[in-house]
């Protein structure tokens, strides 16, 4: 049984930063891509960050050099970097592993960026 278990979520204030992250527990994902998706209220999930097997990154546009997916396979963990957050990349934030045939998806986690 798969399951992710993402943390490091919470409030703070234009400008900050937060870390995600996302512990992979039931198999190993060494050989998968991983990402976050966010989904702010009433809007799509959309995907944040993407980070192959082979250490590829992708970046929406909207986060480039802002955040930064990185993940450590030895812990089997997928982090995001989150620096000069903006009110709006308030959303839930979840972390998706790619294995086939549809992957997994963690339970979300509250980032709220507001003065």
């Known amino acids: 049984q798969v399951q992710l278990v993402e943390s490091g979520g919470g409030s703070v204030q234009p400008g900050g930063s937060l870390r995600l992250s996302c512990a992979a527990s039931?198999?190993?994902?060494?050989?998968?891509?991983l990402g976050w998706y966010r989904q702010a209220p009433g809007k799509q999930r959309q995907l944040v960050a993407k980070i192959t097997s082979g250490g590829s990154t992708y970046y929406a546009d909207s986060v480039k050099g802002r955040f930064t997916i990185s993940r450590d396979n030895a812990k089997n963990t997928v982090y995001l970097q989150m620096n000069s957050l903006k009110p709006e990349d308030t959303a839930v934030y979840y972390c998706?592993?790619?294995?086939?045939?549809?992957?997994?998806w963690g339970q979300g986690t509250q980032v709220t960026v507001s003065s």
């Open positions: 039931g198999r190993s994902f060494s050989a998968n891509a």
């Open positions: 998706k592993t790619f294995e086939s045939p549809s992957g997994s």
